[in-house]
């Protein structure tokens, strides 16, 4: 643990820095990033919509809390200020690197044999939602990932791949942005989990419900993202 970093500006700095290489590099010659965000603000606007609500209701109702000692204290809508800067920070870096990848190692076809494992994994995630409907984070989380999952397949094999590939890579900055959030390096944790309503399981310091939270979300902000680019050509 480390009592040098207990500030309160610890959240609103791991935000600034998880956005600062993504949004210098945007401006890079070959990639362009900053052309395309129109649509990555009509997508991270989209998302929020549905996201902003989810964290409302779940922070008011105590499945999840904030640190003081890690916030400025500043709230909006229950949330504290940097709370909803990481609904802005994390999908624009996650996005730059689905451009990255999409540049450097452009995926014209696809394996249909994703369809089969989306469909397996999806029906894992509603049996598992189901399963423990007793636990809200875990029912919500898990049923409304099978079933974007479900939907996905149906409709854009390609961009399921694209999105599967983008969270694989998206998780070794994940695992630094979510592991410090809840207690990596601190005494206690930025963002506090109420466990009665999860499953309780952790990979080291994250319960295991964020990362599918983290691939819906992620999923989901693409998803508007390149049918907003689609649309605009």
């Known amino acids: 643990m480390m009592n040098w970093i207990d500030t309160k500006y610890y959240y609103l700095i791991l935000m600034l820095l998880s956005i600062s290489y993504p949004l210098i590099k ?18 991270i606007i989209s998302m929020m919509i549905v996201f902003i609500s989810w964290d409302v209701i779940f922070t008011d109702l ?9 916030i400025l ?20 870096a ?15 076809t696809t394996n249909s044999k994703i369809r089969v494992w989306a469909r397996l994994i999806a029906f894992i995630l509603l049996f598992v939602g189901v399963f423990f409907w007793y ?19 149906r409709k854009n094999l390609l961009l399921l791949t694209l999105i599967c590939r983008t969270y694989l890579v998206s998780l070794i900055p994940f695992f630094i942005i979510n592991g410090i959030l ?8 930025i963002v506090m ?3 009665q309503q999860n499953t309780s399981l952790r990979v080291f310091t994250i319960p295991i419900e964020d990362f599918i939270y983290c691939f ?5 902000t693409i998803w508007i993202y390149e049918w907003k680019k689609q649309y605009k050509k």
């Open 94 to 108: 996650c996005v730059f690197i689905h451009e990255v990848l999409i540049f450097f190692f452009p995926l014209k």
């Open 193 to 195: 989990y109420n466990d």
């Open 26 to 43: 945007s401006f890079e010659n070959r990639l362009q990033f900053y052309k395309n965000w129109k649509s990555l603000f009509v997508a």
């Open 62 to 70: 105590a499945i999840w809390s904030f640190n003081d000692q890690y």
């Open 135 to 153: 636990k809200t984070y875990t029912c919500v989380c898990f049923i409304l990932t099978g079933m974007f999952l479900l939907l996905i397949q």
């Open 216 to 220: 819906l979300m992620l999923g989901l």
């Open 73 to 92: 204290g500043h709230k909006f809508l229950y949330l504290p200020i940097e709370e909803w800067m990481f609904f802005v920070c994390v999908p624009y």
């Open 182 to 189: 809840t207690g990596a390096l601190t005494i206690e944790p």
